[in-house]
């Protein structure tokens, strides 16, 4: 979780203001409600962590009006999650990377 935030930590923001904040959900009925609003998807609810990217709209807005309350903070959130993805990614690409030396077959191409 400390590479998910220092990766989060590291994405850009309009006006470097970071309006988002991250709650980390791990109470298991939390993520059942969670899971429903994300459309009955189930892997949510079976998530050790899940993580919940909220926008502050008044933060971006005092600096940069409407424009900030409507669509940067939201830019921000979204370019936020993005970044929490990456040591995920990193440790996939890591993977995959040693199975093609093993000469293990590709798991994405039959």
Known sequence: ????????NLAPSAGGL??????VVKDSRRKEELA?????????SEAPACLVFLTYPERSSRKYGKRGSELYCIQDATIAA???????????SR?????????APSPFCP
Not at 36 to 44: E, I, L, M, N, Y
Not at 82 to 92: G, I, Q, T, V
């Open 36 to 44: 429903k609003a994300a459309g009955g998807q189930g892997f949510v």
């Open 18 to 23: 970071q309006a988002y904040e991250i709650i």
């Open 95 to 103: 993977r995959l990377s040693e199975r093609r030396k093993a000469g």
């Open 1 to 8: 979780m400390n590479r998910i935030v220092e990766a989060v």
């Open 82 to 92: 993005a970044y929490a993805l990456e040591p995920s990614m990193r440790k996939l």
